[in-house]
């Protein structure tokens, strides 16, 4: 079953400056024509650099947002004619803004929110005290928000989006100014949420480690339009034609022929940082080049980060579309 | 039925969360006590000099239990504009919007259970004040029944007119002008400080039918001279200001709407 589904979805603003004769109109389009199917249970992520149009698909799946033309059903819904009654079956966490009342501790958000989605009572406190078992929010349930850490105030968040069974969540950024720690506690929370009950989760971030994690499928967005669709674990492998080779050396080493289809990224006494784009030259001829310059102690051959993946898409302009 | 106990909750929890605000109400009862005393002063002079035993209709102890009234629900007033700015400037409007709930329902329940708060706090300290100093007036549960039945209307009219300038962020860079025109006009037409009976004549009958005066003046004045055919000739007035306000806040609120744009993130 397909729990989102977009349809040549497009948005346009018009922007108007100046007064009587000197009135001028500009037209942005925000998102441009852009189809997407995405079936109940996935993980998605939806990255894109800033202004790429993320923020505007969201709003227009949430029925914040009416698209200029287009369609789009989420659960069977329009979004933008039923937003109320969607509302009820979706989630949305916004990193940067909360829906929690910061004098309040979690707990009576939690209550306020029960009655706003007409929960019985008996379910509401079955659910309550599910998440709070699962969320760790024992800890801090009487505690007003206002004294909580952002990584107790974003799990006491996504837990208050959890309240109602969504069947989709929205997360805009749910990890942004966390530490490490928290990061991946929150980040682990969320794929056992998509896994264990099956909740589709829609995801934009900036932080690889969200898209690596949660994900298991990589949509980007830029200028508009969709520039990739891809499952994250082929991304890296599959997306760059580029490979890391790192070798270490028994003995020092003077000097690495200079190969096409090969950049050295470091050279030390002992060691040697190559990067080879396999579409120039085999990795194969690489290594035994390596083993004719000196006696290799240790070889180790990685994909390069997501960080650089994503920012290479980001760079392609708008009319290259990307396919695996 | 459902809708009530939900905007009910949100009246009750945005009156719970205004008790964390101690220090602010504690604050805003300081200066509301050293108004009130001021006032006090001013009127006693004033009733002494002219030797009159009534202004307006109004004795001093009536004039002073008035300007309790008039005071606390000056000062109660949440800042709602601000708020409803805030929240179209920031994006924070989105998070309302993606909840089964109205976005103009909310904020005003929401506004409600502050001012509910705030009004009630102030008052009891103010009505110390004025037992205090000048006693008590003829009063009677009928009559603070009917208070009770206008004041919840007057909230609602100032909430509606705050909302509006609120929504003013839509097409304005800056909205904090209008608060400041509004505030002040409440405050000088709607009766704050002076019965609008000591207006000039040829001003009574326009300042009697302004929204201003229903939101202050005209409460106090009930809470003061309780009538059944006064109430009445209120919540009539009152009805009317309420049915074009709504109508207003629901033709601008769905401008509004249309105009969101993505604020990012």
Known sequence: MVAIYIDHLYKSFTFSRGWGKHRKQTNVVAVDRISLNIPCGQAIAFIGPNGAGKSTTIKMLTGILHPT?????????????????????????????????????????????????????????????????????????????????????????????????????????????????????????????????????FLTSHDTGDIERVAQRVVVINHGQIMLDAPVSELRSRYLNEKILSVKFHTPIYEFPTLQGVRQLEVMDFGLKLEINTRLIPIEQVISQILQIGSVADVAIEDPPLDAVIAHIYNQPASEGLSL | MKSLHKYG????????????????????????????????????????????????????????????????????????????????????????????ISYPMYRLWSSMGERGVRFGFNFAVSAVLALFFVGTIPMSIGGCLLFLLVLPIAFILDFLVMFLIGLGAFWLEDTSGLVLIYSRLLWLLGGLMIPLELFPESWQGILHNLPFALVIYAPARLFVHPSISDTLALLMRQGVALLMLTLCVQWVYGLAIQRIHSNGG
């Open chain 2, 9 to 100: 909750w949100i009246a009750w929890t945005s009156a719970r969360s205004n008790m964390a605000y101690l220090g602010e109400v504690v604050a805003r009862t300081l200066f509301l006590v050293l108004i009130l005393y001021i006032f006090l002063q001013l009127w006693r002079v004033t009733y002494s000099e002219t030797q009159a035993q009534q202004l307006g209709g109004f004795t001093l102890p009536q004039m002073l239990w008035y300007l309790c009234v008039t005071e606390s629900l000056a000062i109660s007033a949440p800042r709602i504009a601000q708020d409803v700015d805030q929240d179209v400037r920031t994006g924070a409007l989105t998070v309302q919007l993606v909840r089964p």
């Open chain 1, 69 to 201: 033309a287009g369609k789009a059903m989420v659960l069977g819904y329009v979004p933008w004619k039923d937003r109320q009654s969607l509302a009820r079956r979706i989630g949305v966490v916004f990193g940067q803004r909360s829906q929690l009342w910061y004098h309040l501790p979690p707990r009576d958000t939690l209550e306020l929110l029960a009655r706003i989605y007409d929960l019985e009572p008996k379910v509401f406190r079955q659910r309550r005290d599910s998440l709070v078992e699962r969320f760790g929010l024992n800890e801090f349930w009487s505690t007003p928000v206002r004294k909580l850490s952002l990584g107790q105030r974003m799990r006491a968040e996504v837990a208050a989006s959890l309240l109602h069974e969504p069947q989709i969540l929205f997360l805009d950024e749910p990890t942004i100014g966390l530490d490490v720690l928290a990061q991946q506690k929150l980040r682990n929370l969320i794929c056992e949420w998509n896994q264990q009950e099956g909740t589709t989760v």
